[in-house]
T-cell receptor, first 113, second 110 residues
Framework: DTEVTQTPKHLVMGMTNKKSLKCEQHMGHRAMYWYKQKAKKPPELMFVYSYEKLSINESVPSRFSPECPNSSLLNLHLHALQPEDSALYLC????????????FGPGTRLTVT | GQQVMQIPQYQHVQEGEDFTTYCNSSTTLSNIQWYKQRPGGHPVFLIQLVKSGEVKKQKRLTFQFGEEKKNSSLHITATQTTDVGTYFCAGHQAGTALIFGKGTTLSVSS
């Protein structure tokens, strides 16, 4: 199974809402990532978890809060977002943190109104 | 800071023509990876190059890694409409996270 799943596929939320994005992989990968992608731009790294511990936080605003409950799951908690946070949020996993290919999920298309 | 530059930004070709995208890093890379993202899709891993001067082929796709491990290219021979999408190079420096180039968007007309 080389699939990374993400839910929901689409999400519309107001600026005062709290919501969560979920990601799951069953490949035994020990590194998991959150990326943000705007239209016609490359994926922009937000967070990296390695062995369920946060190893990289690319200066992401605190309104984004990651969580790694176990080695297969990755969540991204959203609170008080801004319209400019509207984007495709991609989850990815890899066997290790560096030197390995990354498997991306289909993404969550987020719209903040 | 660490950068991976990629050109061209856009390329339109007639079906059957060849296509090349180029990637350059300001610093030496441990490895370079290539991904393809179809319109409306997510990035899909194509290949990883690790050795200086390495050349790898996948059917009509040829990938090269430069001798100094600072540049790379992806060449597609005889493009087909199924090749449409954005091709990203992405490089690792030692111990760092993957750095993506800005991508080359390929369109193909039949």
């Amino acid at each position: 199974d080389t699939e990374v799943t993400q839910t929901p596929k689409h999400l519309v939320m107001g600026m005062t809402n709290k919501k969560s994005l979920k990601c799951e992989q069953h490949m035994g990968h020990r590194a998991m990532y959150w990326y943000k992608q705007k239209a016609k731009k490359p994926p922009e790294l937000m967070f990296v978890y390695s062995y369920e511990k946060l190893s990289i936080n690319e200066s992401v605003p605190s309104r984004f809060s990651p969580e790694c409950p176990n080695s297969s799951l990755l969540n991204l908690h959203l609170h008080a977002l801004q319209p400019e946070d509207s984007a495709l949020y991609l989850c990815a996993s890899s066997q290790g943190r560096t030197g390995y290919e990354q498997y991306f999920g289909p993404g969550t298309r987020l719209t903040v109104t | 800071g660490q950068q991976v530059m990629q050109i061209p930004q856009y390329q339109h070709v007639q079906e059957g023509e060849d296509f090349t995208t180029y990637c350059n890093s300001s610093t030496t890379l441990s490895n370079i990876q290539w991904y393809k993202q179809r319109p409306g899709g997510h990035p899909v891993f194509l290949i990883q190059l690790v050795k200086s001067g390495e050349v790898k082929k996948q059917k009509r796709l040829t990938f090269q890694f430069g001798e100094e491990k600072k540049n790379s290219s992806l060449h597609i021979t005889a493009t087909q409409t199924t090749d449409v999408g954005t091709y990203f190079c992405a490089g690792h420096q030692a111990g760092t996270a993957l750095i993506f180039g800005k991508g080359t968007t390929l369109s193909v007309s039949s």
